[in-house]
């Protein structure tokens, strides 16, 4: 793996923390001061290409596109870039394998955390769910979701966000099944006459494609 230029992000403390306050305090100062600090964005950035293991946690799923800027296992977190949110896969309820915070960038969703009415683990479906809570996330906004929190982000399509997630804590996610979109709607294979995956590295171009992106929403030079 290639090492990231030495920066302030090594001095980071570990996420891999049972107390979600202090997650929310570390995380919010690691995504704020990142979003401020658009030379080592950009680095970051860059540095994907050279690295083949940055490169395939990098992904082009069925929700979104995302590069991984920044992995630090010892410490328990990963850092990524989300953009290219794809409007009409955004209504499935899911949860995450890991507690995560998020920072908006650009543009902005309708964000719904959904209480559980089965309990906290295992699958579940959408007569499984209840809105709790309901809100407007603008560039700037942050927030920290636990790991047996479910939601959905109804994304504009200009939206961009930082993203730390934590340490692994159960061994799957889960999302309302019956809610999926149509296979038509996949990301398409990366090699011809393969078949449509929820999620897959990035080819090439794709790597390319995001990086302009980047650039033309005036994140990165």
Same mark, same amino acid.
């Given at each position: 793996?290639?090492?990231? +230029? ?9 996420? %891999? ?10 995380? &919010? ?9 658009? =030379? ?5 950035? !860059? ?26 296992? %010892?410490? $328990? ?23 995560? +915070?998020?920072?908006?960038?650009? $543009? ?5 955390? &959904? ?11 959408? *007569?499984?769910?209840?809105? *709790? ?13 636990? =790991? ?9 399509? %200009? ?6 997630? $934590? ?25 011809? $006459?393969?078949?449509?995956? !929820? ?9 390319? +494609? ?12």
């Amino acid at each position: 793996m290639l090492r990231t +230029a030495a920066s302030w992000l090594d001095r980071v403390p570990s996420l %891999d923390l049972d107390d979600l306050r202090e997650v929310q305090r570390i995380s &919010r100062t690691l995504l704020d001061r990142l979003a401020g600090d658009r =030379d080592l964005l950009a680095r970051l950035v !860059d540095e994907v290409l050279h690295d083949q293991e940055r490169m395939d946690a990098s992904r082009v799923t069925l929700l979104l596109n995302r590069l991984s800027l920044y992995q630090a296992p %010892d410490r $328990g977190f990963e850092i990524r870039l989300n953009m290219n949110p794809r409007p009409e896969n955004q209504l499935v309820p899911h949860d995450h394998c890991y507690a995560f +915070a998020t920072r908006i960038l650009t $543009g902005g969703y309708v964000h719904v955390v &959904r209480r559980r009415t089965n309990g906290w683990s295992g699958p579940f479906t959408g *007569a499984d769910l209840e809105p *709790a809570v309901v809100t407007i996330e603008r560039p700037g906004s942050t927030y920290t979701l636990g =790991d047996a929190l479910v939601h959905q982000a109804v994304m504009e399509p %200009d939206t961009v966000t930082l993203f730390v997630r $934590g340490p692994r804590r159960k061994k799957l996610s889960h999302a309302a099944e019956e809610l999926m979109p149509p296979l038509e709607t996949w990301p398409a294979p990366a090699l011809p $006459g393969g078949e449509p995956e !929820d999620s897959r590295p990035p080819t090439l171009e794709e790597y390319q +494609a995001m990086r302009a992106y980047l650039v033309r929403h005036r994140l990165i030079g």
